[in-house]
């Protein structure tokens, strides 16, 4: 183990705890006393999201599961993200999610505001559900705008500047530090566009993941207290920014990202050995590295948390977890499922970290002490572990994220890329448009 990595292992107790010490913390409303739960058995459904290689590691933890809880049934479901969630929303509004959903927590307001998630403050509070090895600011970013806890993170994505080490190494350039910032990116990233003669990232106005490392690193938030946590000069300042990259052939161009919407990772230039860096998500690293390992052999890439400012790194814990159904009739065994997926160690390894960075700090560790976790899914995990260690501060999110950061901005951003609209008069039919849609 190389010497970043075993401060990583070592760190991630402590480091974790920077986070406001382990499990169970935040202002919750006061938890309501459990009637007696029954025995844990019968059947339960478990519905989530994801790829193949997704599906046979969540089918490996209910095999494991089943096979300590013979008298158990879990039956699992499974489709890709978009579908999910447009079936999701038509079951909470029939009354009828599976026992135990998986849960995102950037879009868990739809859900929660809405009663059709139960609150779990007194499975954990009675010990039904150990969050003991969850750090306390992760585990609060699972929680509702009424304080109560609706969703057990397991999972830690968060973005990342991803870079193909190999192409900053050849065009003489430093890799970046963390701690850098918006200014030095910029300039970082035009020494190497113009030393390749093509763009060096990818379109950045139209992303809800930079806008939000842009607030962030401000410290600020898309959300506060349910309305935008933001104001218009930051969202012009955040154009113009991304304006000046693209006019100077820094970015790629408006046309080119059109044309990549819904791309694959794996198709994306950057997996494909075509531009030196990209905003993504650290949980992709291992795919593009398993890509361009097959179109550019002896290519390196590795990420680094977004742009610092005052405000600290501009990341925010995207946490998917587990929830149950408001609905659920077997809240004893759907339970006993979270606690099993959360906290135990052969689940974890078999998992592999899949859907973010594993919450569980001993689980944690020993993913990042396995020899068979690549080196390319150690890179993410030690950057949760900086992330915790910086004590960034959980989020929560309101209502319409989809409708707000995923729909509106990227329209009114193609307005003003595609030269329809000025930045001012974009950004304030956005706004407009954001705070009427919140109310």
Partial sequence: MNTKRAFAVAAVAAATIGLAGCGGGGEAAEPTTTADLGEVGGEIQYAWWGGTARNERTQAVIDLYMAQNEDVTVKGTTTDYNAYWEGASVQAAGGNMPCVPQM????????????????????????????????????????????????????????????????????GEDLPENGYDWEWLAEWLTDLSETAGQPSIDLIGANDDQLEGWVRSRGGNLYEDGALGFDRDDLVEF????????????????????????????????????????????????????????????????????????????????????????????????????????????????????????????????????????????????????????????????????????DALNRYYQQVAFGEMTVEEAADAFMAEAEGTLG
């Avoid at 009424?146 to 192409?167: C, E, H, R, W």
């Avoid at 052969?346 to 068979?372: Q, W």
Wanted: hydrophobic share 40%; proline share 5%; charged share 20%.
């Fill in 104 to 171: 995102q927590n950037r879009v868990m307001a739809d859900y929660s505001d809405r009663g059709a998630l139960r609150p779990l403050d007194d499975l954990v509070e009675q010990g039904v559900i150990d969050v003991s090895e969850i750090p306390e600011g992760v585990l609060d970013s699972g929680r509702g705008a009424d304080g109560k806890l609706y969703m057990i993170p397991y999972g830690a994505a968060f973005g990342s500047l991803m870079v193909n080490q190999t192409q900053v190494e050849q065009a």
């Fill in 239 to 406: 154009w113009n920014y991304s304006e000046e990259l693209r006019e100077a052939g820094v970015t790629i161009s408006a046309e080119r990202a059109s044309e990549l919407m819904g791309v694959p990772l794996e198709q994306m230039p950057f997996s494909q050995g075509q531009q030196a860096a990209f905003f993504w998500p650290a949980n992709g690293l291992s795919s593009a590295q398993a890509t361009i390992d097959g179109v550019a052999p002896g290519s390196t890439l590795t990420a680094y948390v977004m742009p610092s400012g005052e405000g600290g790194p501009g990341n925010a814990l995207w946490l998917s977890g587990l929830s149950i159904a408001e609905d659920c009739d077997n809240v004893a065994t759907a339970a006993d499922f979270i606690d099993f997926f959360i906290n135990d160690e052969e689940a974890a390894l078999a998992y592999e970290s899949d859907n973010g960075a594993n919450t569980n700090n001993a689980n944690l560790a020993a993913l990042l002490e396995s020899p068979d976790t690549p080196d390319s899914k150690k890179t993410e995990l030690e950057l949760y572990a900086y992330l915790a260690e910086s004590d960034i501060a959980p989020v929560v999110y309101g209502k319409a994220y989809q409708s707000i950061f995923l």
